[in-house]
DNA sequence: CTGAAAGCGCTAACAT
DNA sequence: ATGTTAGCGCTTTCAG
């Protein structure tokens, strides 16, 4: 490989080396069978000889679409993220696309900021959950052009592809599981954001709650985190003040499994047995979980699976004929040792 | 906000409305000292009523340096690189940058792959966990004018700065550690590939066992996971050909957390009790290893500071008299319940 | 089959 | 203080 200057590496040097113009390079890059074999060999070995990296930004220009595909999540620290974004970056990859992620903690400006950025960089499209169920911003992105999957939110008035895994469904099945085991007072643990996921899955337990007779706003504590703290610290520290009601829960729902296991870390820490004397139960089924002890009872969302039908979908925007698809996978309560009936019932 | 044609909202519709030319939106953007406040109002106005979105692609043509900033590491779904990958967008974020992420599998392809596409979409820099020692590939992006900052991987031959944890202190501490609580004869579990980082850490650990008066061959076997599997249940199975060995290792030290949460799943499916009769050690120590049972010992890396201070190193890389640097974190054994001393010591 | 030429949207001299 | 102008590196008609 021979050592260029660096500064001089685009088509024109490759042209001039091969001793044509650059639209012929520019041929023979593109639309190969335009290009004499001869000449075709000529400039390929210049290319090789160059190093030849094309100029991204000119060709985004020339309406080349670009190969970033934005991902804009609540955190990328939750390793249930991680997992999606890694699925979503598999299947790109493979269309010789890249993830730029976004963690936006559920703040609208840092959505509103990402989402600026990405459009402002051509992005090809955008993944999001989005921080809230205002639209406007969403959609402005989407009039402006840039193609946005939804993830984990489906939403009747919005004309958008999405992928999500049915969170209804999840929070009732947490709700029914705790109810069916003889649990009647229960409390909702969760970010003090309004995720319209995580409040589908709230509504749906109150629901539940409701439906059993029971009355909901005593029967399910809304349980809300310190806004901007680190969400698994906030939680063992909500522990304390859980236990210190005078009628406390005797099982706790959490949003997702990085606040479960706060949870039972907290409950650890001050002698409360699971799932003797406290129900936990977690969402998400991220890495690992049944090998804590005890095994978190959880609500598993097939994290890659969702990663990967979003970038399907948002590849799939690009074809002429595209119509917004909505794909939901169904969640699956998985029972661990973390949860059991209350203690009262076992005496 | 008004509905404005899409497809023309640049500059020029901007300036169209202001009644001004399209440079002058330019300087009230830029260097808005250059613009009367009254036309820099109209401006403003006519901005925020087209809902202004500058082009990216051809600001960067003009040579404003793109906000993108790659992140090459081996696989964002293990949690340890998530809350790496959070600590680097943090601080990018601040600088109204963003981070893309390329999972390599520690497969040079994808690693060359994902440097092309970067370099092409002439990326502010990179950082990367390097493959394989191998060092053409990363030197002929820096030589194209890609900063790169090396992340896990400290080269003395490399003229970089680079973000890293003693991976060498890392491989000792473990390997003393069992040492010093008499066992004899380990197993490093590792991956197939050959990550500079992981590496070190087995051959610091092969060091303490030659220093013991032990033969490294046989006193600390080399256990590689098969390639291309999830490393999790890779190493799960691996433990039961381990076991099956006339003379099996009484102690196991894991390249990561990962890889040792399978292996103390593999031992407990296979009723091996942890630490009785296997010891088992991970490394990076990310969240909630504290809390499977037993508590895994580690070696504790900073995931989030390590992220942190890459970024902060690239982003040092535009500063005219920017001198390359090398950070170095310690990291730290932290002793929890996988590990004691070996069974027949304890009779 | 190859070349000449226009222009994507923006920035930054330079001119007025 | 604002406008005019010349590209950045590439793709793509359109001529030859």
Known sequence: MTQTDPGRRGMREVARIAGVTPATVGNALNRPHLVAPATRERIEAAIAQVGLVRNGPARQLRGVPSPVVGLVIVDLGNPFYAELGRGAEDLLAEAGCTLTICSTDARPERQDRALSVLEEQAARGVIVTPVNKEQTRLLATVRRGTPLVLLDYVCDELELCSASADNSLGGRLAAEHLLGLGHRRLGYVRDRGAVPSVDERYEAARQVMAAAGLEPGRALLDLRLPAGAQAAAAAEALVGRVLAR????????????????????????????????????????????????????????????????????????????????RISFKPQLIVRGSTAPPADLKR
């Open 246 to 325: 005078r009628t406390a829960p005797t099982g706790l729902i959490c949003q997702n499994d990085v606040i479960a296991l706060g949870v039972l870390r907290g409950l650890a820490r001050r002698g409360v047995s699971v799932p003797d004397d406290m129900s936990v139960v977690g969402y998400d089924d991220m890495l690992f979980v049944d090998q804590v002890s005890p095994a978190l009872t959880t609500v598993r969302q097939p994290a890659a699976e969702l990663g990967r039908a979003a970038a399907e979908l948002l590849l799939s925007e690009r074809d002429p004929e595209h119509a917004h698809r």
